[in-house]
């Protein structure tokens, strides 16, 4: 299987993409990880990479597109994959199906409140980055981490005001993607606001 993992932050993409990694053997291609090994591995590629990056710079779309061409080169791939944070642009897809035929594009969809009560939840330790969830994952103590004993912080991006603004620019960026696949026959909706074991159990009866 072939599979593009579409979904807002907080939907979960990675949890459920790691269970599904493990169930079928698919590999996990997220842009992220492949640009950073690309810069540890100083590649002609990744050391372009690095000095776009340096300057500050967005990385542009041909680039990323020759690194995730190259990726899908590989052997491992042999019993499939998941595209994890790419294709974000209809360039970018275009560019996909002119190397590569996806079977299936999965659509992660939670309610925005939803999304906003876990990310908002989140609690990092000041001292060793330990992360706590108010919910899920209280610290034994209020604010205080249970392994340093540090004192817990919010991440600006997780303060409800910038969760919001967030998911507004997901949104924009992804709806013409949505209706991309949706024309195409490849798209397939999944409820991610239950359990991770029964989101992943959806995703695997989709196929
Ligand atoms: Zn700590």
Redesign the pocket.
Known sequence: MKLIFLGPPGAGKGTIAKIIVKEKGFAHISTGDLFRAAIKNQTELGVKVKSIIDAGDLVPDELTIALVKERLNQDDIADGFILDGFPRTIAQADALASFCEIDSVINFEIEDEKIIQRLSGRRL??????GFHTKFMPPKVENV??????E?YIRKDDQPESIKNRLVVYEKSTQPLIDYYKDKGLLVNIDASGKPEDVSKSVLESF
């Open positions: 330790c000041k001292e060793c980055g330990e981490c249970d392994k340093c004993n540090g817990l």
